[in-house]
Structures are given as structure tokens and as C-alpha cells.
């Protein structure tokens, strides 16, 4: 496994609506595993494909709440199937927009249908974190990031932020 450098706003790449996944072969297996070790190291919670710059439909997640015990979640051609009318907000932050984090208003709950690691077609009930970061994720493959749930000014000023913190890393770098 390798960890990947993850792609960081203003980058046009995280725009792209990624490609559903025909098969799930030995090359797809080797990106799913790449990403869970790139989102492990980060740390996070949820990494989409083209956060590594790959447009494919592929999702890796781990939402245990116990710091040592692994459970990660591999979603290939995710689709939501059902959205509550009710929401829930929670203070989200994302890889691709390093140290910012809103309030973002999404549905309570979902359901997610997709095909696992091996391909095996699977539907599931989703509620709380769990919801809430498939949702995020689904975002991401279909170019839209969680800035744009906020107002323009807001979303500005973070992606200024961001870029403005890379300018000084790379002064710092050189
Ligand atoms: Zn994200």
C-alpha cells in the first residue's frame, strides 16, 4: 500500500465528476487499498478517488468512533436511494481544504446503494456520521465540494485561506 499526496483546493481536478467503475480488478483493488492508507495517514474519516487526482466512482470510509479498531467501508459506484426530509448539521472539514471546517445542513439519513471490495452489490441504511460523510463523499465524485453548501462570501474567503496558507508552505519549503 501507498500513501498518495492528496489534492488540495484551488485545484481544477477536484471540479471533475468522476466515472463509474466497470470492474473491479486487481488495479482497482490496489487504488481502494492506496486510499484507506492515504486516509488513515492524513487522518480522516472519508477519501473519494479524485482526491488523489483518480476521476473513478470510489469511496473509502471508516467511521469507528474506537481509536484502534479498523472498519473500513469500501463504496464503488455509490448511489443515494432515499433521503429523509429531516437534517442534521455537523461542523465538516475535508482533506482537499486543509484546516477549515462550517456548519453544513445535510439529510439526517440515507440510504446507499453500491458495490463492496469484492463487487458484491450492497444496499444500506445510513444515518448520523455515517450519512452525513457518504453524502460528502458523494459530493466529491460528482465535483462539488462542502463550500459549496455555503454562501459565495463564505466560500471565498475559506478557498482564499487555503490558498494563501500553500503559498506560505511552499516559501517555508524552498
Ligand atoms: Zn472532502
Known amino acids: 500500500m501507498t500513501v498518495r499526496r492528496i489534492i488540495t483546493v484551488?485545484?481544477?481536478?477536484?471540479?471533475?465528476?468522476?466515472?463509474?467503475?466497470?470492474?473491479?480488478?486487481?488495479?482497482?483493488?490496489?487504488?481502494?487499498?492506496?486510499?484507506?492508507?492515504?486516509?488513515?495517514?492524513?487522518?480522516?474519516?472519508?477519501?473519494?478517488?479524485?482526491q488523489i487526482g483518480i476521476p473513478k466512482r470510489i469511496v473509502v470510509m471508516?467511521?469507528?468512533k474506537e481509536p484502534n479498531k479498523k472498519e473500513p467501508i469500501y463504496f464503488v459506484n455509490p448511489q443515494i436511494t432515499w433521503k429523509s426530509d429531516t437534517k442534521a448539521s455537523y461542523e465538516e472539514g475535508c482533506l482537499s481544504i486543509p484546516n477549515q471546517f462550517a456548519k453544513i445542513e445535510r439529510p439526517e439519513k440515507c440510504n446507499i446503494k453500491y458495490l463492496d471490495y469484492h463487487g458484491t452489490e450492497?444496499?444500506?441504511?445510513?444515518?448520523?456520521?455515517?450519512?452525513?460523510?457518504?453524502?460528502?463523499?458523494?459530493?466529491?465524485?460528482?465535483?462539488?465540494?462542502?463550500?459549496?453548501?455555503?454562501?459565495k462570501l463564505k466560500k471565498n474567503i475559506i478557498i482564499k485561506k487555503v490558498s494563501k496558507n500553500k503559498k506560505e508552505l511552499e516559501r517555508i519549503v524552498v
Request: glycine share 6%.
Open 62 to 64: 471508516d467511521v469507528s
Open 122 to 151: 450492497k444496499e444500506i441504511k445510513a444515518e448520523g456520521l455515517l450519512a452525513t460523510c457518504i453524502q460528502h463523499e458523494i459530493d466529491h465524485l460528482n465535483g462539488i465540494l462542502f463550500i459549496d453548501h455555503l454562501s
Open 10 to 50: 484551488p485545484d481544477p481536478i477536484l471540479r471533475k465528476k468522476s466515472e463509474s467503475v466497470n470492474d473491479i480488478d486487481k488495479d482497482i483493488k490496489k487504488l481502494m487499498n492506496d486510499m484507506l492508507e492515504t486516509m488513515y495517514d492524513a487522518p480522516g474519516i472519508g477519501l473519494a478517488a479524485i
